[in-house]
């Protein structure tokens, strides 16, 4: 079977087109991924997700994706959203969890998940933790990078993302073959609107103020996996994949 995984079903809550199904698994995993914005979780989560067969299930790609939609084909909630996302502030807790209910059946997938940027605060935490006791699920671990401040904000001030095909570039520690133009496809490589140094600041203060509490809470409910991220890609992923691996074991 081709597997088709566009994820259609959470980018557009799209009931009918959920062609993500995965091959039959050795091990489904339920996971969350933490840690303050530049520390790679978007990297991470693609990886994971080819190496584990769970969907990548990101809130900001939700709110990306409707940003390239036309403004009529946007729902009200959608162009809400978007003017908080636009600052690098926290969208409003009821929209971001009305839009992640309105996609929970891939809460429900038999291939597992892997939430990246969602849960962001306690009340969001609060809120995926009743969706998944209605839905019956558990979740196995949550994943939480850590990287020191300054070099978080080195990695997103360099950051340049392809405006066709959203490949990621580093404008000093992986830089294009020719400045400004995607190695992949040709296109345009831009500097996302919340990477420009205003909007990192408040990314930050809103990590810091909401995000960070998450640790505790998840400690508390003996979840928490914490791993350094100071690493190469590879390095990080291979150290992710021995966490979870022994977490399996120990839970056996
Ligand atoms: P990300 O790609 O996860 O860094 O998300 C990009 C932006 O989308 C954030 O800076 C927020 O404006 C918004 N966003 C994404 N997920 C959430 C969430 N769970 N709660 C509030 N805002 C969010």
Redesign the pocket.
Known sequence: MSIKNDRAAWLQADPGNCSSIPRALARVYRLILLGA?GVG??TQGKRLCQGLGTCHL????V??AAKCRAAGERSPALTF?LI??RH??????DT?INLVRERERCLRCHGGFLL??????VS?ADALARLLDQNKVKLDAVINYELPLDQLVSRLSGRRTCAVCKAVFHASTLPPRVENVCDHCGGNLIQRE?DRPEAIQV?MQ?YEQSTRPLMDYYQQRGLLVNIPAAGTPDETYQATLVQLQSRTTATN
Not at 58 to 61: E, L, Q, V
Not at 88 to 93: A, H, R
Not at 116 to 121: E, K, L, N, S
């Open positions: 914005p979780k978007g990101s809130t900001g790609d709110f990306r959203a908080f996302m690098g502030e926290l969208v409003p807790d971001v990246d940027g969602f849960p962001r605060t969001q919340d990314r809103a």
